[in-house]
């Protein structure tokens, strides 16, 4: 697990206090554990009540400008006549932008869509999904370059309903895992919306998702007008209390969910599709894609793309990633209060599974069930990252090559005879190329010179003892910061890892805190 500062949850309402939130999502969770049925029904009624609520706005919106309408006609008064024509003015936008929210319609999940005559392995096993599951129809399958596999439910009318629903599959997710871990994701996903949890459990879950979804997309317009940011406001105080109890719901169902997953492949194949979704996807993310990018400073293009190296990387690295030691780092994770998943843990021993290494993958699921469509969409995928990437790489390796015929020329000249600017260029370039003893002695000549402060050489040097495990980094670090203020996310990035690998998360959370604010004074 990266570490990382707790990082606020803009689905309730961003500005909302965090702890409040968590303090509350814990609470219900015992509430939810020690008398359930009471729970499930408060929840219900709750998001009954943001119906209503919705409801009960538009329709006072309604009867008011009604009512305004029949008494202005009644009075027969020109004075009246112009009092209704200002109140129509303010509200008639209220009453749009309310009813607007009502069929305020979600883009549909970007990726590459697949038909039914490219992948008959893949749609003759979700037809026999859903006969078993009796669920609804999948009405797109989308490929994506994730690792993941999920159902995205786009309502057509708002929150009228009326869902299609999307298989989302990443391509990476199918050429690292077996067909039967991949069903297991998608058995999964589609039991939420088959409601082996029940109906109306299942609704609140899909409705979870569809208010959390608007809710974003209002208060990504805030600022447009005071409508919108009155709107926003009001909601963003009545999410932090729905998204804490259907949070706890959503949780409950996940369980469900994992229990509809076993039925469809069994425990093993479920358990081992888990285990190497949370090694194998760290993985990548930590060591291939970084792997990847390192050849833009030798290459002007890569040695192998991507896609199409992926399914023999997995295979070939699979003594890195599959290790007793990143397993247990897994299984140290905690469910927290912002994902609805539960972590490794809970889920294994939910399932009364225990913790083993997954076996190395022979047939993908991507072999197996997109059949000769793999090639094809491997090769799409590769085309399409590099048209997006090539400018940034190519930019790249052009800086790499100039760096480093300046630093050759710099590092042929005594650090004395250096004129200062040329001295701190010589730092800056030695902490991104050169090797840390090297680099090392260039900062602290630089340092110890007068002119200063130099912020940007004491956050790399800083840098570079936190990576000895020096604490001293820590200061240079700070000094960092408070000479130069566009350096405070970095700083706070940097003390916080270092600070979380080595001493604590509440240390970590601290230092975050002390450092943060320096930002705000400049915002």
């Not at 007008?225 to 109890?245: D, E, P, Q, R």
């Not at 897994?330 to 997954?358: F, I, N, Q």
């Not at 993958?361 to 590769?382: C, N, Q, R």
């Amino acid at each position: 697990m990266r570490a990382r500062p707790k990082e606020k949850n803009t689905a309730i309402g961003g500005s909302v206090s965090q702890d409040r939130y968590e303090l509350l999502a814990k609470r219900l969770e015992v509430d939810a554990t020690v008398d359930p049925d009471p729970f499930r029904r408060k929840v219900i009624l709750i998001s009954g009540a943001a119906y209503a609520v919705m409801f009960g706005l538009l329709a006072a919106l309604a009867l008011l400008i009604f009512f305004g309408i029949s008494w202005s006609y009644s009075r027969h008064s020109t004075v009246n006549m112009i009092r209704l024509g200002l109140f129509a003015i303010v509200m008639a936008p209220v009453f749009f932008v309310v009813l607007r929210m009502f069929f305020m319609r979600l883009p549909p999940p970007e990726g590459r869509s697949l038909n039914r005559q490219e992948a008959p392995n893949l749609f003759a096993v979700l037809d026999k999904m859903r006969k078993r599951l009796k669920g609804p129809p999948i009405h797109h399958v989308v490929i994506d370059d994730e690792y993941n596999a999920a159902i995205f439910q786009r309502p057509r009318w708002g929150l009228f309903g009326g869902h299609t629903n999307y298989l989302i599959l990443g391509l990476p997710y199918m050429l690292s895992t077996t067909p039967k871990e991949m069903l297991a994701v998608v058995g999964h996903e589609y039991g939420h919306l088959c409601g082996n949890h029940g109906k109306v459990t299942a609704w609140v879950y899909r409705q979870r998702r569809t208010f959390g979804a608007l809710y974003n997309q209002i208060a990504d317009n805030a600022e447009t007008n005071w409508i919108n940011t009155g709107m926003a406001s009001m909601l963003a105080k009545f999410m932090l209390y729905y998204n804490a109890h259907t949070f706890v719901l959503s949780r409950q169902n996940e369980y469900e969910a994992d229990r509809t997953a076993t039925e469809l492949v069994g425990a093993s194949a479920n358990a081992s599709g888990l285990i190497r979704g949370a090694l194998l996807g760290r993985w990548i993310d930590q060591e291939f894609w970084p792997t990847l990018f390192k050849q833009a400073n030798t290459a002007a293009k890569p040695v192998f793309m991507p896609y199409t190296a992926m399914r023999t990387a997995f295979k070939a690295s699979y003594s890195q990633w599959a290790t007793k030691e990143r397993l247990s780092e897994a299984m140290s994770e905690r469910s927290g209060v912002h994902d609805t998943h539960p972590a490794l843990r809970d889920r294994l021993d939910a399932m009364e599974r225990e913790a083993a290494l997954p076996d190395v993958v022979e047939v993908t699921a991507a072999d197996a069930l997109l059949g000769t469509s793999a090639k094809t969409l491997i090769a799409e995928f590769d085309q399409a990252w590099w048209e997006k990437e090539k400018k940034d790489w190519n930019s790249h390796f052009q800086y790499v090559t100039r760096s480093k015929t300046r630093l050759n020329e710099l590092t042929g000249q005594a650090l004395s005879d250096l004129k200062l600017h040329d001295l701190q260029e010589l730092a800056m370039l030695s902490a991104e190329f050169a090797t840390p003893g090297s680099a090392k002695s260039v900062l602290e000549h630089l340092l110890r010179q007068p002119g200063g402060p130099f912020p940007k050489a004491a956050y790399r040097y800083g840098c570079l003892l936190l990576e000895e495990g020096n604490a001293g980094g820590l200061e240079h670090l700070r000094s960092a910061a408070d000479a130069d203020r566009s350096l405070t996310e970095s700083v706070s990035r940097a003390g916080y890892t270092y600070l979380y690998k080595n001493r604590s998360e509440e240390s970590a959370q601290q230092w975050w805190e002390e450092i943060m604010p320096a930002e705000a004074d400049v915002e």
